[in-house]
């Protein structure tokens, strides 16, 4: 079972930045990829990075393109997300996910491929 928890999020003003953080607590954690996903009030959870754990390959969705960046410490078992001008359309609750087996570029961006979830932190930016 791995453990996922979130922090870093709050309430900041349009433009501002935030930086979350998803640490696993278990020492030996292994996982291919790891993923951000959002879920807007009202709005069904969508993809919003991935990293591959190992190579450190990553994706982003194009709405975040440019103004989001995720990165991991293999080190310290803890994904980042440097959030960046942001604006009041991603207001959200993020959460991070694990899979247990690698993913192809499309199933990163696919909820249902993540096997383990973190209880997710909220991010509200006011206009």
């Known amino acids: 079972q791995v453990h996922l928890t979130e922090s870093g999020g709050g309430l900041v003003q349009t433009g501002g930045s935030l930086r979350l953080s998803c640490a696993a607590s278990e020492r030996n954690f292994r996982t291919p990829v790891m993923g951000w996903f959002r879920q807007g009030p009202g709005q069904e959870r969508e993809f919003v990075a991935a990293?591959?754990?190992?190579?450190?390959?990553?994706s982003l969705a194009g709405s975040v393109e440019g103004r989001f960046t995720i990165s991991r410490d293999t080190d310290k078992n803890t994904m980042y997300l440097q959030l960046n001008s942001l604006k009041p359309e991603d207001t959200a609750v993020y959460s991070c996910?694990?899979?247990?087996?690698?993913?192809?570029?499309?199933?990163?961006?696919?909820?249902?491929?993540?096997?383990?979830w973190g209880q997710g932190t909220q991010v509200t930016v006011s206009s």
């Open positions: 990293i591959g754990w190992s190579a450190g390959s990553t």
């Open positions: 996910a694990a899979a247990r087996s690698d993913l192809t570029p499309t199933q990163r961006r696919i909820p249902g491929y993540y096997m383990y």
